[in-house]
């Protein structure tokens, strides 16, 4: 009798902890999806902000210096949080970020280059 109730415990307290480990697991997963996208964003905006520097109105504005190297500091934060899921990135998602990262950088460069050829008319 004492055999049963405690395989009935045991069995109730595996039930539970493989409930727990995998509401733990749909976490990790969507962190990990999502962290991707995040360096993305975050990626996108320093190649933004540091093109923005480089324009000759703004050049060697302290404000704008010291937001890049913020926003350079917060990418290498997230790409350091970025290495502990590694392992959960799929290949073919590293790629596409890859190459959308590299689409950006291309669109901002050309974004600049057109604003930097405008003149004004005053």
């Given at each position: 009798?004492f055999?049963?109730?405690?395989?009935i415990?045991?069995?109730?307290l595996?039930?539970?902890?493989?409930w727990?480990?995998?509401?733990?697991?749909?976490?990790?997963?969507?962190?990990?999806?999502n962290?991707?996208?995040?360096?993305?964003?975050?990626k996108?905006?320093?190649?933004?902000?540091?093109?923005?520097?480089?324009m000759?109105?703004?050049?060697?504005?302290p404000?704008?210096?010291?937001?890049?190297?913020r926003?350079?500091?917060?990418?290498?934060?997230?790409s350091?949080f970025?290495?502990i899921f590694?392992?959960?990135?799929?290949?073919e998602?590293?790629?596409?970020?890859?190459?959308?990262?590299?689409a950006?950088?291309?669109?901002?460069?050309?974004?600049?280059?057109?604003?930097?050829?405008?003149r004004?008319?005053?």
């Amino acid at each position: 009798m004492f055999i049963y109730i405690v395989l009935i415990i045991s069995l109730t307290l595996n039930a539970l902890l493989g409930w727990y480990v995998s509401r733990i697991l749909q976490k990790f997963m969507f962190i990990s999806d999502n962290m991707s996208d995040l360096f993305l964003t975050t990626k996108a905006f320093q190649v933004f902000v540091k093109n923005m520097y480089s324009m000759d109105s703004f050049h060697g504005e302290p404000i704008i210096q010291e937001l890049v190297i913020r926003i350079k500091e917060v990418n290498e934060e997230i790409s350091n949080f970025r290495d502990i899921f590694e392992d959960t990135l799929d290949a073919e998602l590293e790629q596409e970020l890859e190459e959308a990262l590299n689409a950006e950088e291309e669109e901002q460069e050309k974004s600049l280059f057109y604003a930097g050829t405008r003149r004004r008319n005053s």
